[in-house]
């Protein structure tokens, strides 16, 4: 049993997503998942930046409430941002700004 941020049903598997642009840069989980972590696989240029968002809370400006933001052009090749954390409404995310980075992102939809 896994027991992160109250939830300690069954471990799924992790599954995937490749980001590479900014016009197809944006994912959206609409179900309750554990975001695991985003690995680095060519750094973006210009200012690019990847946002993470929780895809229920929404802040003052009714955007949802940012998660992290990654400055994806001073990222190296190879690195990786590990997270371990649930998020109970899903997940967005958004390649912003510059040239695109290329991403990985591993996560685990929950039950």
């Given at each position: 049993m896994l027991g992160i941020g109250g939830y300690t049903g069954p471990f799924p598997a992790f599954t995937f997503?490749?980001?590479?642009?900014?016009?197809?840069g944006t994912l959206r989980v609409g179900a309750r998942c554990l975001l695991h972590s985003?690995?680095?696989?060519q750094?973006?240029?210009n200012g690019?930046?990847?946002?993470l968002y929780d895809?229920?809370?929404v802040g003052a400006a009714g955007v949802p409430e940012e998660v992290a933001v990654i400055d994806v052009?001073?990222?190296?090749?190879?690195?990786?941002f590990t997270f371990d954390c649930l998020l109970p409404s899903g997940l967005v995310t958004r390649l912003e700004n510059g040239t695109p980075a290329d991403v990985t992102l591993t996560f685990?939809?929950?039950p």
């Amino acid at each position: 049993m896994l027991g992160i941020g109250g939830y300690t049903g069954p471990f799924p598997a992790f599954t995937f997503v490749h980001l590479f642009a900014t016009d197809t840069g944006t994912l959206r989980v609409g179900a309750r998942c554990l975001l695991h972590s985003v690995n680095v696989n060519q750094s973006g240029a210009n200012g690019n930046i990847l946002k993470l968002y929780d895809a229920g809370s929404v802040g003052a400006a009714g955007v949802p409430e940012e998660v992290a933001v990654i400055d994806v052009s001073k990222a190296t090749v190879g690195q990786s941002f590990t997270f371990d954390c649930l998020l109970p409404s899903g997940l967005v995310t958004r390649l912003e700004n510059g040239t695109p980075a290329d991403v990985t992102l591993t996560f685990a939809v929950l039950p």
